[in-house]
């Protein structure tokens, strides 16, 4: 059920384990309460399954609009932020996001990431969508919660960061933080089982300063299914730089590109493109309205993608579990420290004379270098080295070990 704003926000602010359903029980006893209905989310509606559409569609402002909400509700020195302006975009990311789904996912409930003036938003409610919005700048915060009530509880507004959820250290966080066991369970999003269809699709735009360190947050949560994949096989729907893009779905051979976050997001993620714009189409609120990109990185991006990762049904075995998947990690980036190194010789360091054996029983010729090993491959030679009494595991501690990603973020 999704309750008030007023009472989310109350135990948004207390952390997972602390005393608080005294404090949840009195917001919700305030809270007329909204149901949805969609899989995963707790209980039928009162009105046509959870989903009333505006009378009339709503206005969409024009470019320069938005411009000038961005430039007034901006602080003089924020955070460089990216938003979506133009109407033409917010339509053609809308019918990516429902092309080829069935009639039964055709009116997804949605988070989104960041919707700041909430040109996407509106594009999102006039497709029939229904919208949880997470935003950051409390300064965006009125205008939709203005717009929230021209739409009968068809869009729900928060003022967190989708991308701060569940920090692994509090610290000075702003805004106030927010961990998605109080997130989800306040909005009546119920668990989901793995295997069943998807209950959530997330949309954003992943900044641009942290980025990398963000796609491995969001993969360390998927492989040990905490923070929102608790709920199931949650969809990301991400605007990424192109170069971050190009890694993710590069191949074997191509040795610049392909890496330890190549093969851990194709094992774990069927990944599809749906969009690619240029940069310049981006609103942002840099103080000189310039696209605030370094030129070493326009050399390799011309386009922010707009990229679905949907987690796999299969994902999970009795070999690669939640409780070993962090182990599975480490292996792939030792091995693609250096592409060029003979995957024999890895094996063979880390279990004298086992190597031969193993690329004998999953058909791999011996002469393989690491960085010529497809993701399925990995998979694949992991479950075998979990299942031998061959490996101890002490080659966790190799001194190349690359697992010092840190996602204190």
Known sequence: MLRSTAAMAVVALVPPGLPGRQLVRAAQSLSSGLRLSVRGVAGPSKKAHGLVKPRFPLLIPEVDETARVVKEKTKPSPPLRRFIACP??????????????????????????????????????????????????????????SLKKKVDGQLEVLHCDFFRLDPVSAGLMRPPLMYSERLFENLGILPVPWTADIPLK???????????NLLWKLIYDLYERSSIYKYGRIELNLFVSEKEYKTLVAKPGESRIYQALSVIYQTACDIQLLHMEPWSSFLTNSRNGGLSIPKSVLLQNDHLCLVQLTPRKDLFTESLTTMNSSIFIVMVKQCLAKCKT??????????????????RQLEIPENITTGSLYPEQYKALFEIMTQSNEFDQSWLYENDSLDDISINI
């Open 342 to 359: 003979k995957l024999i010789d890895k094996l063979n360091l880390w279990s004298s004379e086992s190597g031969k054996k193993l690329l």
């Open 88 to 145: 033409e975009l917010a339509r053609a990311v809308v019918s990516r996001l429902e092309k080829g789904r069935g009639p039964e996912l055709q009116k997804p409930l949605v988070l989104e990431s960041e919707p700041g003036p909430g040109i996407l938003t509106r594009t999102l409610l006039n497709a029939g969508a229904r919208v949880i919005a997470l935003e950051s700048n409390n300064t965006f915060i009125p205008n939709l919660e």
């Open 202 to 212: 997330v949309i954003g735009i992943v900044p641009q300063k942290r980025e990398r």
